[in-house]
């Protein structure tokens, strides 16, 4: 079963445009839990535009009281502070991603040829923390084959990577079917080669309640993360309905 792990930035976001602390990241984090989710994603970003440093530790002393569900911290590890958010709260996952401080939001993964050798002991260092590291590629099978060349792809865990979405979810709303078709079989292949080489799978950006059934399609998808547009749902549905949609969206996907 593909797990859903729900992305808070937006809860955040909007928090963020007022003092008074509403709506409350730990208590969206609460909600989404008791809807059933799997995980919690937060990407910390270092102008606080969305998550600030005080909600990783309390969503992480929060998540003390639900041992069996997961944390996940994105972030890039060059960025020095990202790193000692991470050495402090130990996450359950650490899904490293290679944007630049000032982009609108991730748009890329990782050039493994180019940053390869710099992620080698940041990759170690996680995975000595006891975190799985998860590393977000776009769907470059030729890329995703690199990645062994890091050294242990499983510390505690399996190594996996995050395929990196928006193009998918943009062809879903905007391309014609043929497009649509040549995305999903690149992604199916992207993912075949990165399961070859003993590599979990997990997916994110801009997937939604539309695009999501077709996408998991594709065998073997461990998760999901998925922020946006469940934060754009629960405007409308609520946040616990929304959580519920999106489960139910993957239990179909999976039968």
Not at 61 to 77: D, Q, R, S, V, Y
Request: proline residues 6%.
């Amino acid at each position: 079963m593909t797990a859903l792990s729900v992305n808070l930035n937006k809860i955040a976001l909007v928090r963020n445009s007022r003092t008074m602390g509403i709506p409350s990241v730990v208590k969206a984090g609460e909600t989404c839990i008791q809807a059933g989710a799997y995980g919690l994603t937060v990407h910390p970003r270092p102008d606080e535009r969305h998550i600030r440093r005080h909600d990783v530790y309390d969503l992480a002393e929060m998540l003390k009281a639900h041992p069996t569900i997961e944390f996940n911290i994105e972030g890039n590890p060059l960025e020095a502070r990202f790193m000692d958010i991470v050495r402090d709260v130990k996450p359950h996952q650490v899904t490293l991603v290679p944007d630049d401080p000032n982009q609108f939001t991730s748009d890329h993964g990782w050039d493994i040829a180019k940053h390869g050798e710099t992620l080698i002991p940041i990759i170690k260092e996680i995975q000595g923390l006891g975190a799985r590291v998860s590393l977000f590629m776009d769907p470059d099978p030729e890329q995703i084959r690199l990645i062994p060349t890091l050294g242990s792809m499983q510390g505690p865990t399996e190594t996996r990577i995050e395929l990196y979405t928006e193009p998918y979810a943009t062809a879903s709303r905007e391309g014609t079917e043929e497009e649509l078709e040549t995305l999903h079989t690149s992604y199916a292949v992207a993912a075949k080669v990165a399961q070859e080489c003993s590599l979990g799978v997990n997916a994110g950006h801009d997937l939604n309640l539309e695009n999501l059934p077709q996408f998991l399609q594709i065998p073997n998808i461990l998760e999901v993360s998925i922020g946006h547009a469940l934060t754009a749902d629960a405007l409308m549905m609520g946040l616990e309905n929304a959580v519920k949609a999106y489960l139910d969206v993957i239990a179909a996907a999976n039968q």
